[in-house]
């Protein structure tokens, strides 16, 4: 049994730009914009960097590929590059990429960018783009409302909730990260919203309408990590530390096996009880200060709260009416907005969500920041993504504590 | 003909959409003379993923039998989507005919339809399936948009048997250059000439000559013939009986008002209304027309008792289009913007497609020799996550399986010729899943566990380079 990655990388700096239709932007202006906050924060310079990941998913109307637009867009002492893309779960791979590297002993500080300019497309909703030679000869071009809109029929469905009464669930979920997001200066939605308008919302993609889905954002998010010992000679005293850092990626079980019902994602729980276990987390529901979550629809965020352990299966939109998952709630999820608010530029997601977990346990969050279960501030906090749709994707589960907490 | 061959099976496909020629003339009323708002029936119109081909394949799938494959295949159609490109060939690989039949187009008249038949009656040794099948577009406000429809009808002929349906007993042609209507290759439209010209001139010239040969040479009186099959208007058709001396007999004119003409298939579509309505011992003519006759003397046999009513069904299967300038569009007819997503490239990876030739025209996926699991596409890993052993899949053809309805999402945001495009997750009868497209199916209709089949459908269309491709998409029971 390998050891894990728990506490052997922490974070010394983080930054994210602001997110939205940032149409003076290029993606290099988005990075040097992430890159500069981080390189602050973490109080070093830049030629200290040993290696960097890129996070970019949509290259063809966006960076272009390879790892070279990083290294130039930050004039990178040519060190090692590379470039990484794991659908949504781009920017936490880019994580996964320079944590590893620190840990492997190989880098002494590595930096993980993730970024996304999806609005130099000229339409709304997210590009096109192929899904490969011979599954464009079969496949339909589904959208990505229309795969996750999926799971609330199947949803709806097993556990004998009326449309009516999944769609009341699913609104306060929106209704929710609005309220969030009027409270990060960097969110790209920062108003409010009420269940009404959501459920008289445009349709989208059955039963989603445009206010069940998550903002098409431009944005950068990166993270500065190291050794606890160097970042200790840095001067740094208060610590984040990575606990766990799995993924799960779907092996064809979704889209070709009749055993997968369509009602939930098959992948999440499997990274999750892994990363459970990495973090030597028994009970997260108890144990679990805050939530980030691939929130790219309101009904992925439902199901995700029963794939994660967090609501008994069927009882998750009992749990959203009952605010289990507000600011105020048990588990808050999405207190920065989350993609629904916050934006989803696609290579920067996972980061950004790493960003807020970063916040909260430094007691950065501002107006936003929260006490946690013990009243002095949160200790522990997980991010998710989603990357692909349901019937095939990549999840991700990553668990940030402070390195004080104990696990 | 040494030994009289026999109608073995019929199929019949007529699209389900129907526009009412009533919202045909309101829509057109103010371009055309007073007089057309009278206008009865409705004419069968193609869903936006339909053509000559895919209703060939749903109308030869409707005249398969279990217990013999044919020989040979007759493609019959003046509207085969591609030129250049074996129509029949497509044909038979999506009914995963074996790859050494016969396979033979037919066009260029609207006589093919009659013609295949008496060619195929020719060679009655032989089990051959033939399908005719015509969409033919027409210019809004024509004459002929009122009076055509789309629609497929096939028939397998070959030696008799006790479940034989009719029997050609004598068959006729005469051949004239006279042009009724015609459509120069790559035109769009047929341009057509005077009704009563027609009529005078050539109808009632060929038809009573060909009819009285083809009695003379079976020996029998126009008062035994039970049945009249004829394309063309209630007034030609008339005109033309009584010069035919078949007065007496019965003309089914269903499809012309429920239906619309259909172009090559019409004589055939109509032959399959005839059989439903006849007893076994009944005579029958058919008539096929386009630059000259074809007359064709049949006889019920006793398998009529036993078969399905495949002309009636298709004819029940109905759903209205509400929207003239839907359908317009649909036969791309006006140039609808359906914004910047339509601009996708589909450019086909040709190698790809020949290689999966199996999965995409024929609807094969692969079932585990191990453990029993289907799976579409086939694999060379299984997927059962409790197998995955490697190279154990045979094809398994999926085509004629039954599905249900797992999810599904009406997506306002995709691209569709038809918004919303439906799609969602299918699960096959014996095990295995697929992410589908639905056809034929509305909005606000579908529901999760609704049971499926499936179809033989135009997927997309390649617009910068021409070129149509199909699929398999489920539509509801």
């Known amino acids: 049994m390998a ?12 930054g994210c730009s602001s997110f939205g239709e940032r149409w003076s932007c290029g993606p290099d202006d988005l990075m040097v914009e992430a890159f500069d906050e981080a390189l602050a924060d973490a109080g070093i310079v830049r030629d200290r960097i040993d290696a960097a990941w890129l996070g970019v998913f949509f290259d063809e109307q966006n960076t272009g590929k390879s790892s070279l637009p990083l290294s130039m867009a930050l004039r990178l002492p040519n060190v090692p590059t590379t470039r990484v893309e794991n659908l949504c779960a781009t920017g936490t791979e ?66 004998g909730y009326s449309m009516t009464e ?18 990060n200066p960097k969110a790209h939605l920062r108003h409010r919203i009420t269940p009404q308008q959501v459920l008289d919302a445009p349709a989208i993609s059955y039963p989603l309408g445009v206010l069940d889905c998550c903002g098409v954002s431009d944005g950068a998010a990166c993270a500065i990590v190291t050794t606890p010992e160097i970042a200790r000679e840095l001067g740094k005293r208060d610590l984040v530390s990575v606990k766990a850092l799995q993924l799960a990626p779907s092996n064809g079980v979704e889209m070709g096996h009749q055993s997968w019902d369509g009602s939930h994602t098959l992948t999440t729980p499997i990274a999750a009880r892994r990363a459970y276990a990495e973090a030597g987390i028994a009970n997260p529901r108890e144990e679990i200060d805050l939530i980030e979550v691939h929130d790219c629809f309101s009904i992925t965020e439902l199901v995700l709260m029963e794939d994660l352990g967090f609501s008994d299966v069927g009882r998750a939109p009992h ?58 501030g949160p200790a522990i906090g997980l991010t998710h993504n989603l990357g692909g749709i349901p019937n095939r994707n990549i999840a991700s589960v990553s668990i940030l504590g402070l390195l004080s907490a104990s696990h | 003909m040494s030994k009289p061959a026999a109608i073995l099976r019929m199929g019949v496909h007529v699209p389900k959409l129907r526009l009412a ?18 206008a009865r029936g409705a ?3 193609c869903n936006w993923d339909e053509d000559a081909l895919t209703m060939a394949v749903e109308a030869a799938r409707s005249a398969h039998d279990p217990d013999g494959a044919p020989q040979s295949v007759l493609f019959c159609s003046t509207t085969a989507p591609f030129a250049d490109r074996d129509d029949a060939v497509m044909l038979a690989s999506a009914l995963d005919l074996s790859d050494s039949i016969d396979s033979l187009n037919l066009g260029a ?66 051949g004239s250059d006279f042009v009724d209507h015609y459509r120069m290759s790559g035109a769009s439209f047929d341009y057509g000439l005077e009704e009563r010209w027609i009529r005078e001139e050539s109808l009632l010239q060929l038809i009573p000559r060909a009819v009285s040969e083809l009695l003379a040479a079976a020996g029998l009186n126009a008062g035994a013939i039970g049945h009249f099959v004829m394309p063309g208007s209630a007034v030609t058709a008339k005109r033309v009986a009584e010069a035919c001396g078949l007065q007496a007999a019965q003309r089914d004119a269903r499809a012309l008002t429920e239906c619309g003409d259909a172009g090559t298939a019409m004589p055939l579509l109509m032959l399959a209304g005839a059989l439903e309505t006849a007893a076994p011992g009944d005579l029958i003519i058919l008539i096929g027309i386009g630059q000259g006759v074809d007359a064709v003397l049949l006889r019920a046999e006793a398998g009529l008792r036993l078969a399905g009513k495949v002309f009636a069904g298709a004819l029940a299967a109905q759903q209205e289009e509400p929207s003239y300038v839907r359908y317009l569009s649909h036969r791309a007819l006006i140039d609808v913007d359906f914004g910047m997503r339509a601009e996708r490239d589909q450019r086909t990876a040709h190698t790809v497609a020949y290689r999966k030739r199996d ?26 996550p409790q197998c995955r052993q490697t190279d154990t899949q045979v094809a398994h053809r999926l085509a004629d399986s039954r599905g249900r309805v797992k999810s599904f999402t009406e997506d306002w945001q995709a691209y569709a010729a038809r918004p919303p495009y439906i799609y969602g997750n299918v699960e096959f009868a014996e095990g295995g899943n697929l992410l589908m497209e639905f056809t034929d199916v509305e909005a606000g209709a579908l529901k999760v566990d609704d049971a499926v089949r499936f179809v033989y459908r135009i997927k997309d269309e390649d617009r910068a380079r021409r070129f149509r491709r199909y699929f398999w998409k489920a539509t509801t029971v």
């Open chain 1, 3 to 14: 050891s894990g990655i728990k506490d052997k990388v922490v974070i010394v700096g983080m």
């Open chain 2, 359 to 384: 999965a995409l025209n024929a609807f094969k996926g692969g079932r585990c020799e191990h453990c029993g699991t289907v799976q579409f596409p086939r694999s060379r890993v299984c997927v059962n």
């Open chain 2, 109 to 174: 008249s609207l006589r093919a339809g009659t013609s295949g038949l008496i060619s195929a009656a020719r060679r009655g040794d032989a089990r051959t399936l033939l399908v005719a099948s015509d969409a033919r577009l027409t210019r809004a406000g024509s004459p002929q948009e009122m009076t055509y429809g789309d629609a497929a009808a096939a028939l397998l002929l070959g030696p008799t048997n006790p479940a034989a349906l009719a029997s050609v007993l004598a068959t006729r042609t005469l």
């Open chain 1, 94 to 159: 880019s994580l996964r990429g320079a944590v590893y590297a620190v840990a492997s002993g190989a880098c002494d500080i590595a930096l993980a960018m993730g970024v996304e300019k999806l609005k130099d497309t000229g339409f709304s909703g997210l590009p096109e783009r192929t899904k490969g030679t011979f599954e464009d000869l079969y496949l339909p071009t589904s959208t990505a409302p229309g795969a996750f809109a999926q799971l609330a029929s199947a949803y709806a469905a097993k556990h």
């Open chain 2, 43 to 45: 004419r069968a119109l």
């Open chain 2, 21 to 38: 020629r009533s919202a045909i003339a309101a829509a057109m009323a103010w371009a055309s003379p007073p007089g057309r708002s009278g």
């Open chain 1, 319 to 376: 749990d959203v009416l009952d605010g289990r998952y507000d600011s105020g709630g048990a588990i808050p999820c999405q207190i920065d907005g989350g993609l629904k608010c916050f934006g989803h530029p696609i290579g920067a997601t996972g980061l950004r969500m790493a960003y807020e977990i970063y916040l909260q346990l430094l007691g950065r969050a501002g107006e936003r920041q929260l006490r946690g279960r013990s009243g002095h």
């Open chain 1, 166 to 183: 999944l769609k009341r669930a699913m609104a306060h979920i929106s209704c929710k990260s609005h309220e969030n997001a009027t409270r």
